[in-house]
């Protein structure tokens, strides 16, 4: 079972069951922190995009080039210039 699914679990059992967060965590088998996780990513939907054509177009092409190839279209990605 995903985190995702196990907090829609626990969310379930305190909305719907009145159950404490401490006591649906339990239910569910997950820590109270992996339920109060938000994650802070930003979103990358259009880069994702832009690789998987980027690679469907250039098959022999590794994650490095494709990486290169990314940079010349002005995407900045990790660390790497």
């Known amino acids: 079972m995903t985190p995702g699914l196990q907090r829609s679990a626990v969310t379930w059992a305190i ?7 401490r006591q649906a965590c ?11 996780y938000t994650s802070r990513r930003p979103d990358d ?3 994702r995009t832009r690789l998987r054509t980027l690679a469907s177009k250039r098959r ?3 994650y490095r080039r494709l990486h ?3 940079a010349r279209d002005g995407v900045r990605l990790n660390h790497m210039a």
Not at 15 to 21: A, P
Not at 26 to 36: A, F, N, Y
């Open 45 to 47: 939907g259009a880069v």
């Open 60 to 62: 022999r092409f590794g």
């Open 68 to 70: 290169i190839l990314l």
């Open 26 to 36: 339990k239910l569910v088998g997950i820590e109270p922190k992996t339920c109060r």
């Open 15 to 21: 909305t719907e069951k009145g159950y404490s967060q």
